[in-house]
């Protein structure tokens, strides 16, 4: 009996080989679960909220997040893989897949007598000699066009249908070309993605410049402005209350009259000077005038733009008005006075889109964006959040490439070449930690054996066919997902981030080494002594 039960008999305890099975049945269970999302040909899981919400994914990360997972080792399995996608944006189901399979090819030698120690000091020196093999395999890049778009199309394939990831893929792969900067780090927060439940999912579109999703606020103002003038404000320009209290005493009704009138004039004069700064500007030209203000425009104020011909926008969303500046240049005025021309930005055409009851404004052909919007459309609901999440992790992918300035070689080529080296590498292992080093390299095939079983094919006649041809080749090679046969990855254009790869072997190695070495699991919080106490 456990010394706790007799300091806390409510307290509920599984001890040793129990400890080790409820673990290790844990991450076996979550396998099973994932097991068939990974890869192109994986399938989807059907979540469904309390409320009746669907959402149709085959993203990992959005399934842990998504599922409500009670037991604890399950849990913490959960959130080791959800803090590898936040890492890196990748690698969630490869992370639930390797750590329970970890376990249980350690059951194998542990149910002989052999002890967790051996086991995880083997899975330490396995895990140093693969990330060796990673180092030599990766293959530098210089960020071409044609790597980013590989990297993305292979990222994107495991999350949407082919035909929609290559659609996708070209408009993530411009979205970061167009936002880099030599000089600076690549910031994603500068791709802005925008929602309408509109036409089809492949009507998605990558927009140089902005995409707001409110409009004009008069009837007569222009609903198309080309080669226009964009002011981007944050003045005031509505009839506001004083902020602090105040009272006013009258005479007669004149006086009374003669106040409103003042406190109008004081916006009127605001207003005034925008047209007047217009009409400089724009005077004997073909160009046109945008407004676009972060604070409010009154009926009074919109009506006299209309009149010039200025589109205005009111109540602009704060990161839009960052944007604003990015994408179409110029500065944000906080003041009407000494206005001038080169604090205006410019775009080739700003236009109104209106869907239903909703309205759009578009400020494309900007000169030189810094930020850019990925306009999102789809039939239904579940359709754009399944694009949008495919679309964040696409960009992740793309930026991890640039960044890490090199690939891996995709298709379960890494994990193939890894496991024949460690297979080697064991012989030169002494004691008994060379049992540890032969479990992790049969785990690592589990990314290839289920590439091979989600794809209709033999997982273990595909393994030694694609062992067979990589010992011919002397090449690493992967499996072609359509055919079942061997395939070098880099003549089909198949890569993986090596950060995610590198991040994988770590977190799993540590996680799976930790659930082997515990030998006692106890459930015994306050809860438990309080109703014990009753």
């Known amino acids: 009996m456990s010394a706790l039960q007799t300091l806390n008999p409510k307290a509920e305890v599984a001890r040793t080989h129990q400890a080790l099975a409820l673990n290790i049945g844990a991450a076996r269970g979550l396998q099973d679960v994932l097991k068939t999302n990974l890869g192109p040909r994986g399938t989807m899981k059907m979540l469904v909220s309390g409320s009746g919400d669907i959402k149709l994914t085959k993203d990992g990360n959005v399934l842990l997040h998504e599922m409500q997972i009670q037991h604890p080792t399950a849990s913490l399995i959960a959130r080791t893989a959800t803090a590898q996608d936040d890492i890196t944006g990748d690698g969630t189901t490869s992370n639930v897949l390797l750590i329970g399979e970890l376990l249980k090819q350690a059951d194998v030698f542990i149910s002989e007598g052999l002890h967790p120690r051996l086991i995880a000091d083997g899975f330490d020196v396995a895990k140093k000699e693969a990330l060796k093999l990673l180092d030599s395999m990766k293959q530098e890049t210089k960020g071409d066009r044609d790597t980013l778009l590989a990297v993305a199309r292979t990222s994107l394939r495991t999350k949407v249908n082919a035909m929609l990831a290559d659609h996708l893929t070209e408009i993530i792969v411009d979205a970061i070309l167009t936002i880099q900067r030599d000089d600076k780090p690549l910031d994603l927060f500068m791709v802005e993605t925008m929602e309408m439940q509109h036409k089809s999912d492949t009507d998605t579109r990558l927009v140089k410049g902005l995409v707001m ?17 964009v002011m981007t404000c944050n003045v005031s320009l509505e009839y506001e209350k004083t902020e602090v209290n105040s009272g006013f005493f009258y005479k007669t ?18 207003v005034k000077k925008i047209i007047e700064f217009k009409k400089k500007v724009c005077s004997g030209t073909d160009k ?78 900007v000169k030189n964006p810094e930020s850019v919007t990925v306009l999102i459309k789809g039939p239904n609901r579940h359709t754009i959040v399944q694009i949008k999440d495919a679309i964040r992790d696409g960009l992740r992918a793309v930026a991890n490439a640039i960044e890490d300035g090199c690939v891996i070689a995709g298709g379960g080529a890494f994990e193939l070449a890894a496991h024949d080296a460690l297979v080697e590498f064991q012989k030169s292992v002494k004691g008994r930690s060379r049992l540890g080093v032969k479990a992790y390299a049969e785990a690592l095939l589990i990314i290839p054996k289920t590439l091979a079983t989600n794809s209709g094919f033999d997982s273990q006649d595909t393994i030694v066919k694609l062992q067979d ?36 072997l770590h977190s799993c190695t540590v996680i799976s080494s930790n659930l082997l070495l515990v030998d006692e699991v106890m459930r015994a919080g306050m809860s438990s002594l309080k109703e014990g106490a009753q």
């Open 469 to 504: 041809e990589a010992r011919a080749t002397g090449r690493p090679v992967g499996l072609d997902l359509t055919t079942g046969e061997a395939m070098i990855p880099e003549d089909e254009g198949v890569y993986d981030n090596y950060r995610v790869k590198r991040q994988l």
């Open 253 to 270: 009704a004149e006086e009374r009259e003669k106040l409103v009138l003042a406190e109008r004039e004081f916006i009127d004069d605001r």
């Open 213 to 229: 999703d409110h409009g004009g606020r008069h009837p007569d103002m222009p609903k198309r402005v080309e080669n226009a003038f």
């Open 288 to 365: 046109g005038f945008v407004v676009i203000n972060q604070k409010g425009i009154d009926p009074f104020s919109l009506d006299m733009l209309a009149k010039e011909g200025i589109l205005a926008l009111r109540r602009a969303k704060r990161r839009n008005m960052e944007r604003l500046t990015l994408a179409c240049g110029g500065t944000a005025l906080n003041s009407v006075d000494d206005l001038e021309e080169s604090s205006l930005g410019f775009a080739g055409l700003v236009y109104e889109h209106t869907l239903g009851e909703q309205k759009f404004t578009f400020v494309e052909e």
